[in-house]
């Protein structure tokens, strides 16, 4: 059995694959890549030769010819953040399910790196890109894109006038999300709420997460006869992070009676106000309801649970993934055009934001 490309300590090719098991080349290709008519007696010499050789296909060339590589990047702020670790495996798995791996990249808010993403990486290594942008808007992604299929995460406030709109974008609704879970609180018989999550940075920068959310708070107590929003009480954060959310509540400590609610806009700075409530002596909910926001797996086993909005992550990823394989697959010919997907969402109660009645009760 010919080894000699074994022995010349070159790397096993197709030929020498072709040569041992006595077939051409085109079949060996034909068994590799699953296609064209083969023998099942020609098929299972050429699997053995190929195990026997250790022949690996030449991925590369492979792409070169096709002009795709079936891989897409995922680039969010932070991988070590529960909600996006948790988008990420579903991505992979939705992926996974149309034939596509997935790479990950971490941006870390840096403006930067957010442009280079936006503009496609510059690489020819992936297919699309699923990418959820914090230091920049989608106003200026359209402005600097690349060709590379790309889809928006996020709750986006992006343009809605007809022909602006370059970029998929897919998410939840954030305005009435965040009106839903303040009109629980409020319905409640909480009054006096204050926003925890608010941009510290101009206008613009970028950050409409965090601009829609308060929008949504502010919302629900316009509708509401008797119940204001504090201007005083939308407190910005320079950060989503426990650290961020146990500072800002131990500042607010001394004003804690003048308020009865607090809507966080993520889970983890939620759970940093809760350890820093609790160290403090103050209870949740009795004297302060706590909200969070995203779902995380950590507000299920908090002291209280906590309360959240719950975005329908499965549907989110699978949403990101068949629009930018769509743009994929049918680039050049038709691709449909750039769109916004609203996906479902839920506000799960939990201890955290118990009615008055029920937290007055006698324990």
Request: a negative charge; hydrophobic letters at 40%.
């Amino acid at each position: 059995m010919p080894d000699t490309a074994a022995r010349a300590g070159r790397r096993v090719g197709i030929k020498d694959v072709a040569a041992a098991a006595g077939v051409s080349w085109k079949t060996v290709s034909n068994v590799v890549n699953g296609t064209g008519r083969v023998g099942a007696a020609t098929r299972e010499r050429v699997q053995k030769e190929i195990a026997t050789l250790g022949y690996r296909p030449n991925i590369a060339g492979r792409q070169l010819r096709s002009g795709r590589t079936n891989t897409l990047a995922l680039v969010v702020p932070w991988v070590h953040s529960p909600y996006f670790s948790a988008l990420a495996h579903r991505v992979i798995e939705a992926a996974s399910l149309r034939g596509y791996r997935v790479l990950i990249e971490e941006t870390r808010v840096d403006r930067d790196a957010e442009l280079r993403v936006a503009q496609g990486f510059q690489v020819h290594a992936i297919d699309g890109i699923i990418f959820s942008p914090l230091a920049i808007g989608p106003v200026e992604i359209d402005e600097v894109r690349g060709e590379t299929p790309m889809v928006l995460l996020g709750e986006r406030d992006s343009p809605r006038r007809e022909g602006v709109r370059r970029t998929d974008h897919v998410g939840i609704d954030n305005v009435l999300a965040a009106r839903e879970v303040t009109e629980h609180l409020l319905g409640t018989g909480r009054s006096r709420l204050a926003f925890l999550g608010a941009d510290p940075s101009p206008a613009g920068s970028g950050e409409e997460t965090r601009t829609l959310r308060v929008q949504g708070f502010l919302d629900a107590h316009a509708g509401r006869a008797g119940s204001p929003a504090e201007p005083g009480w939308i407190v910005p954060v320079p950060d989503f992070s426990r650290p961020s959310g146990a500072r800002a509540i131990e500042e607010m400590l001394p004003r804690i009676g003048s308020i009865d609610g607090l809507v966080c806009a993520n889970d983890e700075l939620a759970l940093g106000v809760l350890y820093a409530l609790r160290t403090n002596g103050v209870r949740v909910p009795h004297d302060l309801a706590v909200t969070g926001w995203d779902n995380i797996e950590d507000g299920r086993f908090s002291s209280p649970t906590l309360t959240t909005v719950a975005p329908d992550v499965q549907a989110i990823a699978a949403a990101a993934v068949d629009r930018v394989v769509g743009q994929v697959e049918y680039a050049g010919d038709g691709a449909p055009p750039a769109t916004e997907v609203v996906v479902p969402h839920r506000v799960l109660v939990r201890e955290s934001s118990r009615e008055l009645a029920a937290e007055n009760e006698p324990v």
